[in-house]
């Protein structure tokens, strides 16, 4: 049996930055009530579609891992906010990095990725693949109704990539084990009217936002988290002690603070970037691998615990050895097209429609 070992790895960040002081210039909350209550700073807001932030990000994995696309046997590619359904932006990704290969979208919130994980770690145990690229990327800004508070401070735009790799050998390394779950008690919780559940042919059907009950989502995010990464650690015979690193998702940093809390893992084993970026769903924890990379935070052979939840409320947990290498083999020269506008210019439009 092959371990599914990370590679590659590569990230795509907008450059429109929104900070927390422009949004307390058109509602009503402030820098330190965002900071305080979520840990986040500023987001990034995309000008361009989902899948050009994820082409982008997956080519600078397969460079960090010294491969073609052509090379690539399978793509998954994680994300709630496609720029097309029909088809699925995979497709866009892989005509992008010129892959023959199957390809295929998931949606499972802000697990997305984590799950994409799991299923590629699996496909290449079993043989059946061997180099296989999973993307999670999103353009969460698309979704906003920025008159609502509760939601507008919390989600920005990006889009992470990783290559994972089939490596025999007698030491074990890579993907050790992972659980997903999903609590459709939840669902209510945290969701959106878009899809064919619009009546396409009213206008009012337009109006679709992010729903959020914050609180419960908060609650169960814990709960979920927790459950699932203590069934990974106890599953790979893995005990707290041996976890070198937490990348958990990055919704909240007071969520990552009382799971850490909970499994009595201490912070500065854990990493957080949400100041910087906010809550970019099935984007975080790719961004935040390739970010943990580039500060030094990850070391060579170290074990990685990662959970995840999202709505649905979906929930996953990996477990992770990393393999010999911390540096890319080469750099990509994929870049977005040039950005002429500000972040408020690119939500202007949103902004007239929800805050007028
Ligand atoms: N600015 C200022 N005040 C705000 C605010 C904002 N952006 N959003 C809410 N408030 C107010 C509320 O109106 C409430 O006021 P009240 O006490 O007068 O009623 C007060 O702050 C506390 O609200 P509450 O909802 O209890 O805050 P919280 O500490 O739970 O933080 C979240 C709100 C959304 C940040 C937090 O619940 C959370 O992170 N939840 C989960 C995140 C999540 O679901 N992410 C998406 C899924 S991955």
Redesign the pocket.
Known sequence: MQNAVVTGWGKCIPPAVLTNDDIAGFI???DE??SK??GIRRRHISHVNTSALASVAAQRALAAAGLSGSEIDLIILATTSPDTLIPNIAATVQADIGASCGAFDINAA?SGFLYGVGLASTQIASGQCHKVLVVGAERLSYYIDWSR??TA??FGDGAGAVVLEGVDGDRVLGVLGYALHNDPGGREF?KSEFGTGMNRFDPESLNFYIH?D??E??KR?VHGMQSLCVRVLEEAGVCDAEVDLVIP?Q??AR?IASLAGRMKLPMEKVFINIAQYG?T?TATIPIAICDALDEGRIKPGCNILSGA??AGLTSAALLLRWGDRTTPLNSSDAELPPCESSAMELIRPALDHFCN
């Open positions: 009503d909350t402030t009530w965002i209550r979520t802000c508070r509760e401070v919390l945290l959020l914050g609180r989502v908060f995010a998702h919704a909240n969520i809550n769903s939840f999202g």
